[in-house]
Each structure stands twice: as C-alpha cells, then as structure tokens.
C-alpha cells in the first residue's frame, strides 16, 4: 500500500484510483467534517459522507458502525494536537502560548463542529463526544499546564504549592467558563489579561 | 384575597378549596418541580402539573402559555436566593460561605432539576434554560463576591487589583468546570481547598 510509505512522494491519486488503507481513511473523516460543517449533525449520513469521499457505503461502514463513531473519530483526528509544552524559558509567555493553542483549537473547523453536535445531538450521544473534549482538549492542554508550571518551580518563577491540581485547573476553568457564559472568543488581548490579572498572580513565587 | 395578605396566619385551605392569585401559582409551580423530578421534562406536560396542582389546565394555560414557560418560572421561584452577601468579617470565610450556597442551590431540587432539564431538552429550548442559570445563579453569586473581595480590599486584606471582572469570574469558573469536567459535587473540604489553594493566593494583599 502506498500509504504505509509516507516517505515515497507519490501525488495524490484521482479520486477514480483505488485508495486503500489511511489515505481511504482519511478522505472519509474529512469528508465526514465537511458533511458536518455544510449539513450539520442532523443531517450527516453515513451515505452523505460515502459520497463525499466518493467511495461506497460499505467501506465506511466496514471502519465504523455506526454515525457517533465515524464522527467522534473525525473531530479527534482533525483536532490540532494540544501535547507538546512550549518552552519560551519564562512562565508567562508558556502560559500565553498555551491558552493560544487551545483558543486556536476551539475554533478550528473540527472545534466549531464538535460544539454544534454537542448542541444539537441527544443526551446519550453528547456524553461520547463530552469524551471526546476531555481526552482530546482538556487532559493533553491540562498536562501541558502542569509541566510549564512545573518548569517555573525549578526556576523559582512559580510558588512550589502552586503544582496542585486545583490551581493547575484555574486556567481551563476560565476558558470553558467564559467562552459558555461571557460568549469570549479569547481575543490574544484577553488571554494576556487572564494571565496577568490571574495566572500570574496565583503562581507567582 | 388571602395570599395578599400574607400576614394572617391561616392554615393551608384543603385543596378543595377555591384557590386564587398567588396560592394557586405557587401550588402550579410546585407541581411542576415535581413533575420534573419524576417523569422529567420529556415526561411533563401542563395536564399532569394541572392535576398535581388539583385544578383546571385551563388555569395553568391563562398564566403560563407553555410548557417552557411555566418550568422556566417553576426552576426560577424555586431556586434558593444567591444574592445576599454572607459578611463574616473576613473574606476567607465569606468566599467559603459563597461557594457552600452555591453548591447548595446546585444541588437543591430545582437545581438537580434544571440541569436534568438542560441535558434532555432540545437545543432551542437549553437556551432559554441556560437564561435561568446565567440569571438566578451565575449573576447573583458573581455580585456577591465581587461585593466580598471589595470589603476584602477595605479592609486590607485583598489585593486592590483583584476587584476585577477576570478574578471575581475564577470561583464561578472553577465551580462550573470541576462540576461538569470531573463530576465533582463540592464536599466542604474540596470548598476549602480551592480557596485555600486557589482563592486566597490569587486576593491576598
């Protein structure tokens, strides 16, 4: 398969060509994002999304069951990745590129799509893609937290009781909190706000 | 009418009984709180509150025109008042006392009920219920301590930078994500714990 060597710099093929393994799989989560910007949670099926990467019904079937999972895989793969810790060798300015990242991946197109599911689909479904916010936002950019902090500590920048996980907390708390009460965008300008009337106040030492 | 004048003292009138005005709402809004609690907000429609109300569907139509409206009000009145400022003459305490009422209005009947409401409803009407939250329990309690972390500030104790919009938003914020992100229902000592970890480092002078 062609896929399996990602070194070999073959064009991509016309859609008429036989694709097989993760590229086939990959043009169906994308297509899979594009049917849920254009139609929306309601109105993706797994025919639409066939469709779309013009390939068959039962080729996708055959990867997932069902809708929620197709979905809820689209949104983790498309959604930029929140696990690596900037090192900018000063906590304000790792703090600043992190609620960047995560304001960046809120609004990204599979961020944008994974909130208007989670508005529109039904109570059981939402808990499947909550999950999906948890392991794909929440816990990587709260790891992410833990070790700037951390850093800060050894540099004597942060309050050694500072690494604790309700203050490593704080920083998610207000992204969620005022991006659902306030409708925040989380501006560049707001972020360092946040972070100079609060984070840094909380862990200076 | 009895009910406007709410100073004599007589006893509940057997359900029977000619009910008007204020008296008959209040026995409406209750049984649709109970109604809420037992068949949900699927379950509940304005002939079953009619009939734990012991009246007309009629008189429940003529004050509330809909479903939504009469379980909006029902949540509202119900909802333990958050808007007076506790004033123990130190704001470790009085923060401590904020979020207690909080956690108790979360968890009182109406509360346990608009959240349930909120994960079964449609997206349309999650809105209108968000409204509820936003005005009878995120505004009163961030008037609350921004009134606690000013007296703070008066008396020396908090910093005067920290009377603003950013902090006064922390606890609200990390009441609502450690409750949906990590279930957490806030025993006294995880209270404690956050103000001593987060509320205190963040105000002190």
Redesign the interface.
């Known amino acids: 398969m062609t896929a399996s060597r990602p070194s070999a710099p073959t064009p991509p093929r016309p859609d008429s060509a036989r694709r097989r393994g993760p590229v086939l799989e990959r043009a169906i989560l994308d297509a899979a994002l594009d049917q849920l910007a254009t139609v929306g949670w309601g109105g993706l099926t797994m025919e639409g999304v066939a469709a779309g990467a013009r390939t068959g019904k039962a080729a996708v079937y055959r990867r997932w069951p069902s809708k929620e999972d197709l979905v809820a895989d689209a949104l983790r793969a498309g959604m930029p990745p929140l696990d690596e810790a900037p090192d900018s060798g000063g906590v304000r300015d790792d703090l600043y590129e992190v609620c960047r990242r995560v304001r960046d991946a809120l609004w990204s197109a599979p961020g944008v799509a994974l909130r208007s599911v989670l ?2 689909c039904d ?1 059981g479904t ?1 808990e499947r893609f909550h999950a999906v916010i ?1 392991r794909g936002m ?1 816990e990587p950019s709260t790891r992410v937290l833990r070790e700037v902090i951390h850093r800060g500590v050894r540099r004597g920048e942060v ?1 050694p ?2 690494v ?1 996980d ?2 490593v ?2 920083i ?3 992204m ?3 991006t ?2 306030c409708g925040s965008e989380w501006t560049d300008a707001e972020i360092a ?2 972070i100079d ?2 984070g840094m ?2 862990l200076r030492a």
């Open positions: 508005h529109e109570a939402a948890v929440i309050r009781e500072a604790s309700m203050v907390d704080v998610p708390a207000m969620m909190y005022r659902k009460v706000r946040m009337e609060v106040p909380l």
